[in-house]
């Protein structure tokens, strides 16, 4: 089975300060990892995803296999990066591919 | 382009009654996903539709149903309403089959409330 935790519900900090949101996964293949943005008020969006190794509004997560995880980061985050997010794991299951998402992340910048 | 858009926006049924959620498609799009988010949960994968097909179904029960229809725009029926199935119901559109290369667009969602 694939699972995705997100161990933090709540990460609260401010404004230019560090950020790391959390994702862990399990799956037996090799998994497509992706992370999810919700602003308030507007609908679910793809923020980044780990085939693209890109950066997107200043987040890059990276892939660590052997640590299962894919964490999000941001060296200096801004009011305007509160939102929730939820990473998901894109896999196989039964023969057709599924995206499972974790229980979120919502993220408060004060400043 | 004309994003994905679902009705109705809030919806108040009883427990076994019968709901039927529509969903419209990006302008483009030939494929659906359908997800059930609780409050405090992230979405869950209920099922796809690829060109009017079942493409994937999630750890949902039968009475959970759908259909896609030639304009690719789908519906989700949902029998026997229980009360755990109160949630947010997201519809998502994507390209081919919704592969991991595929990015899905979400829907607004819609707010179903089961008493």
């Known amino acids: 089975a694939q699972r995705v935790t997100q161990p933090e519900k709540l990460l609260s900090v401010f404004k230019g300060a560090p950020v790391e949101l959390k994702c862990n996964y399990s799956?037996?293949?090799?998994?497509?990892l992706f992370w999810y943005v919700q602003y308030s008020r507007q609908r679910l969006q793809l923020l980044l995803r780990h085939i693209s190794r890109e950066s997107i509004k200043g987040f890059t997560a990276d892939l660590n296999k052997g640590e299962t995880s894919f964490h999000l980061k941001k060296p200096f985050a801004q009011e305007e990066d509160s939102a929730m997010y939820y990473c998901?794991?894109?896999?196989?299951?039964?023969?057709?591919?599924?995206?499972?998402f974790g229980k979120g992340t919502m993220l408060l910048v004060s400043p | 382009e004309t994003g994905v858009t679902q009705s109705p926006t809030h919806l108040i049924k009883t427990r076994g009654q019968q709901v039927t959620l529509r969903c419209s498609s990006q302008s483009g799009h030939n494929t659906v996903s359908w997800y059930q988010q609780a409050l405090g949960q992230g979405p869950q994968f209920i099922f796809q539709y690829y060109r009017e097909e079942e493409n994937g179904r999630g750890n949902f029960p039968p009475r959970f149903s759908g259909l896609q229809f030639p304009n690719y725009s789908s519906e989700l029926n949902v029998n026997a309403l229980e009360l755990d199935d109160s949630a947010l119901y997201l519809c998502?559109?994507?390209?081919?089959?919704?592969?991991?290369?595929?990015?899905?667009?979400f829907g607004p969602g819609t707010r179903l409330t089961v008493l």
């Open positions: 799956y037996s293949g090799s998994p497509e």
């Open positions: 998502a559109s994507s390209l081919g089959g919704g592969g991991p290369n595929n990015e899905q667009f």
């Open positions: 998901a794991l894109s896999g196989l299951v039964s023969g057709y591919s599924t995206l499972t």
